[in-house]
Structure formats: structure tokens, C-alpha cells
């Protein structure tokens, strides 16, 4: 089973979120949603369990402010604001929480305590993140951290077709072509053919993102 969580989101769902929860059986948002139609876009996708945030207004008045779940024996307690835990998460195995904008995964006490971070709007120095949960039975389940890169072209210098010419490059080398012809091919600096080549034949199983990931 697996479980897509995010958590504020202030009325931005991003393109990446959406992608990233396909197939998934359940969705937790851990509250400062901000709109709606951003529970409504995710229930598209699968059914969606929220709490309320401190910036959920009347709109959200509906939702709780935590609530407790349980998913093949193993019960997760949700809430937005951590230090506003009620009693029902003692018997948690996982909690879930947000607000902080910071991702986090930490046991303690025999309990995992998860904060997806921030996937929405943010302050530009703040990573975007949210995440997965697949749980293969009781007390047997894992957390992946998805990054959403958000540096844009212009920040990087790298061309504006880059997504094209990784792509490229990447069947080039597999052709067995050199770093020069590649670069002349994909009309770019030597160096920067390099760093793709470099990053592709050392990252087995890489895409394309990946690699732009790492040489941005």
C-alpha cells in the first residue's frame, strides 16, 4: 500500500505533487491547505484524509484538527502543529504533522514522527518537499522523500532546451558517441556535455530530471 503526504500547501498544488501520487491508494494532507479546490484536485487522484491548519479559515471548518487512522494494522495520527498533539496519538506508530516547513523523519519512543514539509508556496531559501509512505504490513513500512527541483534555467545558465539535450546526450552515449561530438551535436560547451555524460554513466538508472537535478 502506499500513501502519498504533503502538507502545506497554501493553496498551491504543484504539477510535481500530482505526478508524484499517481497510483497512490490514500492521500494525508497535514493541513495549511488554503483552498479547496486543492483537496478537490487530489481527490482525483485518490480518496484524501486532512486536518486543519492555522491557515485553513472558514472554508475549512468542516475538517478536525487531528484525526487517527489505520492502514494494515498500523495507526497514524495527523495533526498540523505538533506541539498541539492530543492524547490519541500515544498509541500511534506513526505521526504525521506539518506547519514547520521543514522535512523530517525521526523515531522516538518506538514512534516515527513524519513532517512531509513544505510543497506549496514558500520562502525562496526553503527546499519543496512531500512523500510517500508504503507500508507491506504491521510495523513493516517506509518513507521516501520526494525534492521538487525549483531552480529555473535563468538561475542556473543552463539553455532553455536543456530537458532536450539531456535526453539527447543521454542516446548519444549509449550510441557510444564521444563528449565532443555531443557537444557539437547538442550545440553546447564541452564542459557541460561532460557534466551530463559524467552524471548519466555513474548514476546507473538515472532520468532526466535526475541529472538535471545534479548539475544545476
Not at 557537444?183 to 561532460?194: H, V
Amino acid at each position: 500500500m502506499r500513501i502519498g503526504i504533503l502538507s502545506d500547501t497554501h493553496g498551491l498544488l504543484r504539477s510535481e505533487v500530482v505526478d508524484g501520487f499517481k497510483g497512490v491508494d490514500h492521500i494525508i494532507h497535514a493541513g495549511d491547505i488554503d483552498k479547496k479546490s486543492v483537496l478537490d484536485e487530489l481527490e482525483k487522484i485518490a480518496a484524501v484524509t486532512a486536518v486543519r491548519g492555522n491557515a485553513d479559515k472558514d472554508w475549512a471548518e468542516y475538517l478536525p484538527e487531528d484525526i487517527i487512522l489505520e492502514f494494515e494494522g498500523n495507526k497514524i495520527y495527523v495533526v498540523h502543529n505538533k506541539g498541539k498533539i492530543g492524547k490519541a496519538a500515544a498509541d500511534a506508530d506513526i505521526i504525521i504533522y506539518g506547519h514547520s516547513h521543514k522535512y523530517s523523519e525521526v523515531t522516538k519512543d518506538g514512534q516515527v514522527w513524519y513532517n512531509p514539509g513544505c510543497c506549496g508556496k514558500r520562502k525562496p531559501t526553503q527546499e519543496v518537499t512531500f512523500g510517500i509512505l508504503t507500508i507491506k504490513g504491521k510495523g513493516d513500512f517506509f518513507f521516501e522523500k520526494c525534492l521538487i527541483n525549483t531552480t529555473s534555467q535563468a538561475e542556473t545558465g543552463l539553455p532553455g532546451n536543456i530537458h532536450y539535450i539531456i535526453e539527447k546526450a543521454m542516446s548519444m552515449t549509449d550510441r557510444g558517441k564521444s563528449i565532443d561530438d555531443i557537444a557539437k551535436a547538442c550545440k553546447i560547451d564541452r564542459s557541460l556535455a561532460e557534466s551530463i555524460c559524467r552524471m548519466y554513466l555513474t548514476h546507473p538508472g538515472v532520468d532526466v530530471n535526475g541529472i538535471l537535478q545534479r548539475i544545476s
